[in-house]
Structure formats: structure tokens, C-alpha cells
Nanobody, 121 residues
Framework: QVQLVESGGGLVQPGGSLRLSCAAS????????MGWYRQAPGKQRELVAK???????NYVDSVKGRFTISRDDAKNTVYLEMSSLKPEDTAVYHC???????????????WGQGTQVIVSS
């Protein structure tokens, strides 16, 4: 059994900051690319930020300069630091990780349950 457990969402005023965390637990042998996606009501899920095992990052244009993705491989955890938040950042944020499990050869996608971020005054 493997779980991606997210935390850190909530209600914040425009211009505020939040830090999301996502930890992979269970029979994890290796963690590869990790990322954050979001889905706003009535919209498709979009990639917000991704980080590779080598530390290369990329962001959707709308969050560049405001969001920072990082990872702690010792903890199998990915973070998303969000600042200068805008109402249009309101969405459910899901973490994603490509994992290889113990005693398995293949690498598969795993998803967290999602954490709600609401940016509103």
C-alpha cells in the first residue's frame, strides 16, 4: 500500500502565502518526478509545477515568480511554496509522484487525495 498524503491547504487572503506538503508513504523503493496539479471548478486539471530527481523544475506561466516547488528525498516529500496568491489560484491541489514500489520493476503514477486552496477576501 502506498499513499500520497497532502497537507497545508486552506483559506487565505489575496496576496497571502501557503505551503503545501505531500509525503509518500508505504512500500516505496524509489521516487522519480514529483509535481503539483490543480483543478478549479469547471476547469480541467492543469500542471502547476514539476520537479525531477535531478532538481530541474518547471512551472505553468501563471505561477512563475510566485510559486516554488522543492523536494526532500530523505522524506519522500514534495513541497509547494505559494506566495502573492490570487483568487484565480483557488483550486483543489493534487500532488503526483512517479514511484517504484518495493519488489516491483515498473514505475507508476500515484496521486494524492487533494487539498483545497481558497484565495478570497
Amino acid at each position: 500500500q502506498v499513499q500520497l498524503v497532502e497537507s497545508g491547504g486552506g483559506l487565505v487572503q489575496p496576496g497571502g502565502s501557503l505551503r503545501l506538503s505531500c509525503a509518500a508513504s508505504g512500500s516505496v523503493a524509489s521516487v522519480y518526478d514529483m509535481g503539483w496539479y490543480r483543478q478549479a471548478p469547471g476547469k480541467q486539471r492543469e500542471l502547476v509545477a514539476k520537479i525531477t530527481t535531478g532538481g530541474s523544475v518547471n512551472y505553468v506561466d501563471s505561477v512563475k515568480g510566485r510559486f516554488t516547488i522543492s523536494r526532500d528525498d530523505a522524506k519522500n516529500t514534495v513541497y509547494l511554496e505559494m506566495s502573492s496568491l490570487k483568487p484565480e489560484d483557488t483550486a483543489v491541489y493534487h500532488c503526483n509522484a512517479k514511484l517504484r514500489l518495493v519488489f516491483r520493476m515498473e514505475v507508476d503514477d500515484y496521486w494524492g487525495q487533494g487539498t483545497q486552496v481558497i484565495v478570497s477576501s
